[in-house]
């Protein structure tokens, strides 16, 4: 089965990287949809079908945190998994940010293997 | 940056400048796919070397800049995004530079005060900042094209808690 995947971040160039990472991981992807802050992400998310979201945190107007809260209030929303990927790796963030809804949570710098591994964890957990 | 700033730059653990050196050869060999090996320094590159700069704010203060020589930072780009370096555009160079800063910083910060509750701003595109004041942690490196610097320092003492 091959996923479609909603990229979340305000750098194009870093969209464009987990596009080429997630390409290079061996994860089955299908549909890649990018957005530049949640704002974008919302309207994405209700024009396609997505499996699973990788969102940053710090972005302009709707940032992640506020993004997930949305998620989370969505009856529907709430059942696409959430990987949070950011630079922040101190604890008080990860904590926060899987409290707010956040399926796994990847500090950069990350490896092909390392993102695959942890989509394959979420998207097992909802298919079970 | 101004006196008043260069007066509260603080001392940080001197061992700090090894995982300076531990994190920035695994940022690049991870999502830059080069190599990093730390040399002695020599600034003279620098001058005209592409450069951003960082500043992190909460429950400690400071901030940090990366140098990287101008035939190190296509190479970089070119690598982190798959594009043949002739493919690249001036804007991706600079936001490659941006976000490479981004990452270090994050990575960094994120090592050095595991329970720290830090924001992280924006990095900019400037020139080199010789930063010579007592505390600041500073390492250059060689890489398969070219060269690369870091410089952080942490501006006044760290809040109670932090």
Redesign the interface.
């Known amino acids: 089965m091959a996923y479609s995947v909603l990229i979340v971040d305000d ?4 969209r ?2 987990i596009r ?1 990472v997630l390409g290079l991981s061996g994860f089955e992807v299908g549909e890649t949809m990018e957005a530049g802050n949640g704002e974008e992400a919302l309207a994405q998310l209700s024009a396609h079908r997505i499996d699973v979201i990788l969102t940053d945190i ?1 972005m302009p107007g709707m940032n992640g945190e506020e993004l997930l809260k949305r998620l989370e209030a969505d009856g529907i929303l709430k059942r696409i998994p959430a990987l949070v990927i ?8 990860v904590l926060r940010m899987l409290a707010l809804g956040a399926e796994g949570y990847m ?5 092909p293997e390392s993102l695959r591994e942890e989509l394959e964890r979420v998207l097992g957990d909802r298919n079970v | 940056m101004s006196e008043e700033l260069e007066q509260v730059c603080v001392e940080m653990d001197p061992a700090a400048g090894d995982m300076i050196q531990h994190v920035a050869a695994e940022v690049l060999e991870t999502m830059f796919f080069t190599e990093a090996e730390p040399v002695e320094c020599d600034h003279v590159w620098l001058e005209i070397a592409p450069c951003a700069q960082i500043r992190f704010d909460g429950s400690h203060s400071g901030e940090m800049v990366l140098g990287v020589s101008a035939e190190a930072a296509e190479p970089i780009a070119a690598s982190f995004l798959g594009l043949d370096p002739m493919e690249l555009t001036d804007a991706q160079r600079g936001q490659v530079l941006q976000e490479l800063a981004n990452i270090l910083c994050g990575a960094m910060v994120s090592h050095l005060w595991p329970e720290s509750k830090l924001a992280l701003a924006s990095p900019e595109l400037t020139g080199w900042q010789e930063w010579l004041s007592q505390g600041v942690l500073h390492r250059c490196f060689a890489l398969p094209e070219g060269m690369l610097a870091i410089s952080i320092r942490l501006l006044g003492a760290p809040t109670a808690g932090a």
Do not use: Q
């Open positions: 750098s194009p160039v870093m464009s990287f080429r710090n950011s630079t922040d790796a101190t604890k008080e963030r500090s950069k710098p990350f490896t």
